[in-house]
C-alpha cells in the first residue's frame, strides 16, 4: 500500500461535551499526522469546562452547538461545516497514531471504499509497534459481520463526506450506538465499507465515557439491528442472504445473552427476553441458552446458598 501517494484532503472532526481534561492531548495526536488534515474542527456541545477555550488556543475550528443534543447532532454539525472530500471523526477523549490519517486515504483510494476503519487499541497501554501480526491491507466489511458485532470503532473510521451527507448522517434520535446504526445504514444501502487490522487509533477508558452505559448501549444497537438488519437497497433478499444475516443476528443475541447473564447486567437481560417474546427469530436462541446454561445456573445459586450459609454462621462455628 503506497503511503506517498498524495491523497484527497481530510477535514477532522472532534465532537466534544466537556473533555478538558483530554482534549488537548486529543488535538495534539492530529496535529502530528505525517499527512497533515485539511482542517481541524471541534463541535462544542455547550461543555461547562474549558474545553472550546483549548480548542481555540490550539488554532483548530471551534463550533458551538446550539444546544447539548448528544453526540449523533454534534458530529452532523461539523459533517455540514467540513469541506473534505473525507471525514475522520475523532472522540475527544481518544487519539491517533502518526500514520492514521495516512493509512486510510490509501485504503480508501486503493479499494474504492465509501468507508474504512483502523485497528485500534487500548492507549493506556499501547507501545508503536505493538502488533501479533503484520497488519493487511484491508478486508471488506460484510452485512452479516456487521450485524454480529459493531466492527467499525467511532474514532478508528474514515469516510467520503458526501456520501454520509447523502444517507442523512447521523439519526439525531439515537443517543445511544448512533454510530452502528449508521454503519448498518450505509452497509444494508450498498456501501462498500473496509477495515484494516493496522492499529492506528488509541482509545481510552474511563468512567465518564457513554460506552459505559452498557444496557442503553446496547438498546441502541438492538434498535437498529431490528430496523435494518433485513433492509435491502431494492427488492426482497435473496434467501442465503435473509439466512445469513438472521445467523448473524442470532449469534449477536446468543452472545450478549450470556455476557449479560454471566455479568449480571439486568437491564440488558431484560431487554433481550423481550426481543425473544416478541421476535419469533430469537425466540428458539433463547430457550437453547437457557437449557445450555442450566447446569451453570445450578452452580451458581448453590455456590451463593454456600456463602449466605456461611455468612449465616455464629463466629463460634467459623
Known sequence: ???????????????????????????????RQCLAPREILVVDDRSTDASAHIAASM????????????????????????????????????????????????VLAASGASLACSGTAPLETFREGDRAEPPQPWETISIPGILRENLIP???????????????????????????????????????????????????????????????????????????GLAAPSGPLADAERTARIAAMRDAFTYDLGDAWYLGHSVVKALLEQIAETQPEYRQAYVEFRKSRSPWVVARVAAWARVLIGRSRPATDL
Not at 12 to 26: D, H, K, M, T, W
Not at 64 to 93: K, S
Open 59 to 106: 488554532g483548530t475550528r471551534v463550533i458551538t452547538n446550539d444546544g447539548a443534543r448528544g453526540p449523533g447532532a454534534a458530529r452532523n454539525v461539523g459533517l455540514r461545516a467540513a469541506d473534505g472530500e473525507f471525514v475522520a471523526f475523532l472522540d475527544a477523549d481518544d487519539q491517533w497514531t502518526t500514520q492514521h490519517l495516512a493509512r486510510l486515504t490509501a
Open 154 to 228: 467511532q474514532s478508528a473510521m474514515m469516510a467520503s463526506r458526501q456520501t454520509l451527507i447523502a444517507v442523512g448522517g447521523y439519526d439525531e434520535s439515537w443517543r445511544y450506538s448512533e454510530d452502528y446504526e449508521l454503519w448498518l445504514r450505509l452497509a444494508t444501502q450498498g456501501h462498500v465499507m473496509v477495515r484494516t487490522t493496522a492499529v492506528t487509533c488509541l482509545r481510552r477508558t474511563h468512567a465518564t465515557q457513554a460506552s459505559r452505559a452498557v444496557g442503553r448501549m446496547k438498546q441502541g444497537a438492538w434498535d437498529a439491528r431490528l430496523r435494518h
Open 1 to 31: 500500500m503506497d503511503l506517498q501517494k498524495p491523497p484527497a484532503e481530510v477535514s477532522v472532526i472532534i465532537p466534544c461535551f466537556n473533555g478538558e481534561p483530554f482534549l488537548a492531548s486529543c488535538i495534539e495526536s492530529v496535529r
